[in-house]
């Protein structure tokens, strides 16, 4: 994922941290985040290694005490800086039914993304899960899905507000999603064991922590980061020779 800088657009903080609405099934909202962060999502989700691929390639990744480094940087150094942050704020302006903020909050998160894969990643995905939601009855999503613009996170906040899922645990979710599929791209790549993954994926269990609660709290002006070697391993998997995944 690529960098973004911190921006003077107001937020409510009000609606930020507010407790989510409780909805009338509690254990549905919590079906419906399993479905949402779920692999079987068809998203495409699989098919992104968000630089890890070339990394490998690079020999920079070579165990998994390496791996779990490079995913737990990314998970505090840009999930819980940008990612989390844009999500917390999208799903407030979902709630508020402010579709201008929601375009605000949307263009900053695009604008992060440091390369064209990054970014063809964000969108790719973004723009699935809209047709998907739209599929499925969400009637807001249906002009997203014809849009090449929307942002993975604008979707899933979305889905958040619609499915009235609580926020705190789908930042979680959200991110435990995310280290899944690194974690699966690690496995084919390294290569990792199987047992070595489930291993890695408690392991990290921590760091999605420290990144939920750090992502829930930041300003307006402390949003925004980016690791500089990410971004190289981005950019050189565009003309990598040979691959398997599309970042």
């Known amino acids: 994922m690529g960098t973004g800088t911190g921006t003077g657009m107001s937020t409510e903080r009000a609606g930020v941290q507010d407790e989510p609405r409780t909805h009338p099934d509690s254990g549905l909202a919590r079906r419906r985040l399993w479905q949402l962060i779920?692999?079987?999502?068809?998203?495409?989700?699989?098919?992104?290694?968000?630089?890890?691929?070339?990394?490998?390639?690079?020999?920079?990744?070579?165990d998994v005490a390496a791996v779990r480094g490079w995913i737990e940087a990314q998970l505090l150094r840009v999930h819980a800086r940008v990612d989390l942050p844009a999500l917390v704020r999208l799903h407030a302006a979902w709630e508020r039914d402010d579709l201008a903020a929601v375009e605000s909050w949307n263009d900053w998160l695009r604008a992060s993304r440091e390369t064209a894969e990054l970014r063809a990643e964000d969108l790719g995905q973004g723009r699935a899960l809209a047709r998907l939601l739209a599929d499925l009855g969400m009637a807001p999503a249906a002009p997203w899905a014809a849009r090449s613009d929307g942002c993975w996170a604008t979707l899933f906040a979305l889905a958040l507000r619609v499915w009235s899922i609580p926020l705190n645990e789908a930042l979680e979710g959200y991110l435990w999603a995310w280290c899944e599929n690194q974690v699966a791209a690690a496995v084919k790549l390294v290569p990792l064991g199987q047992t070595q993954g489930q291993q890695l994926?408690?392991?990290?269990?921590?760091?999605?922590a420290a990144a939920a609660a750090q992502g829930r709290r930041l300003?307006?002006?402390?949003?925004?980061?980016g690791l500089p070697?990410?971004?190289?391993?981005?950019?050189?998997?565009?003309?990598?020779?040979s691959r398997m995944f599309r970042s």
């Not at 300003?219 to 980061?225: H, I, P, R, S, W």
């Not at 070697?229 to 020779?241: A, C, D, F, I």
């Open 38 to 62: 779920s692999p079987t999502l068809p998203v495409g989700a699989y098919s992104y290694s968000t630089g890890l691929e070339q990394a490998v390639e690079a020999g920079w990744l070579t």
């Open 201 to 208: 994926l408690g392991q990290l269990s921590p760091a999605i």
């Open 219 to 225: 300003d307006d002006v402390e949003m925004g980061g």
């Open 229 to 241: 070697g990410v971004t190289l391993s981005s950019v050189l998997h565009e003309t990598q020779y």
